[in-house]
């Protein structure tokens, strides 16, 4: 699979942030929002994707109290309220592909969740799976039970029934982005959309960084910013119209931005190297193992005209001597017509068991 470090690193840069989380809830979970209690929350430390899907998906998840039906007071303890809680796990789809069946992945993502929840929680907490597409090809959304066909109601009733949130970033225009108005999950959406696009992103790009000056002192945002400027480099921008964005950025964000660039270039660079250097070596062998195999040809063909040639020689020697015992030459007459040895004639009859008499 492709190397999907860049679209990873720049998705959790983005929902590892509450605001940007938050923010995402609200504008696209306007039924779901007023459930929750934005001020009581945790970020979940564990991942729930098994390991053979780790290279198609990435998630951060997000606990939410619900809000109480009836107001009671503020509530001031640290902890979440057993039992009244809430999920939200934000899963990034890799791939520039849909999955055929999406609902088989989330299923096993949510077990694996649940299996946490009974050790961790000693109960079950619902869950909301909500996938953050970026490619290229339309994800066409089914319900679950429609990949069962001509199934009847009465038997439809026993297989499992979920649904989960999509947002197919190809769907939306940049001005539906831009009016989304979330810090960092503006910039990444943009960033996302344009991804194969280079002219496209470096227009965009401009955009990216200005929304991010006025944060130059905070370290989650320079951190972001480190982030996305990488994924944005890594996506084949030309680094001179970035140097160019960045002499456009105020007197005082300019050089923090800019030490920022310089580090990734140079990180960027040594990864290149080591890379060339381990493409080098596997071309290498792969050359090696080509002329290995031109040469093996040549000599295995002067290898095998040499074995024939000896063979020849062999089987010439075993009639002539044949042919000369019957005609009564003896041991000494035959060693001197053949250039032999009388011991050579003598292991060449015994071998090849030819009569003497």
Do not use: C
């Not at 309220?81 to 999955?99: C, G, Q």
């Not at 030459?329 to 009388?342: I, P, W």
């Amino acid at each position: 699979m492709p190397d999907n470090k860049p679209h990873d690193a720049l998705f959790k840069a983005t929902f590892s942030q509450p605001e940007a989380a938050i923010g995402y809830i609200i504008k696209f979970l306007p039924n779901i929002a007023p459930l929750l209690n934005f001020e009581r929350y945790e970020r979940l430390a564990d991942s729930y994707i098994q390991a053979d899907l780790a290279e198609e998906m990435s998630d951060i998840t997000y606990r939410f109290e619900l809000v109480e039906k009836q107001k009671t007071g503020k509530n001031k303890s640290k902890k979440l309220k057993k039992n009244r809680t809430v999920s939200i796990a934000f899963l990034f789809e890799h791939k520039s592909f849909a999955p055929k069946y999406p609902h088989l992945q989330l299923m096993r993502y949510l077990l694996n969740k649940w299996m946490d929840d009974l050790k961790q929680l000693k109960h079950l907490e619902a869950t909301i799976p909500i996938i953050i597409y970026h490619g290229q090809k339309t994800w066409h959304y089914k319900p679950f039970h429609t990949y069962f066909e001509d199934i009847p109601s009465e038997i439809l009733k026993y297989i499992p029934n979920f649904d989960y949130h999509l947002t197919d970033i190809s769907h939306y225009t940049k001005e539906d982005i831009l009016n989304l108005k979330v810090q960092f999950l503006t910039n990444t959406f943009i960033a996302f959309k344009y991804y194969k696009t280079p002219d496209k992103l470096l227009a965009e790009a401009q955009y990216l960084f200005d929304t991010l000056t006025e944060l130059y002192d905070n370290e989650i945002a320079t951190a972001y910013f480190s982030t996305l400027l990488t994924y944005i480099i890594r996506h084949q921008v030309i680094s001179i119209d970035i140097i160019k964005i960045i002499k456009t950025m105020p007197t005082k964000t300019r050089p923090i931005f800019k030490n920022l660039y310089d580090k990734i270039v140079f990180e960027s660079e040594e990864r290149g190297e080591v890379r060339g250097k381990e493409i080098g070596k596997e071309i290498g062998k792969e050359i090696g193992k080509e002329i290995g195999k031109e040469i093996g040809k040549e000599i295995g063909k002067e290898i095998g005209k040499e074995i024939g040639k000896e063979e020849q020689l062999l089987q010439d020697r075993i009639s002539i001597i044949r042919n000369g015992l019957q005609q009564g030459f003896d041991l000494t007459s035959l060693s001197l017509l053949l250039d032999l040895s009388v011991a050579d004639i003598k292991e060449i009859i015994a071998k090849n068991n030819l009569n003497q008499g």
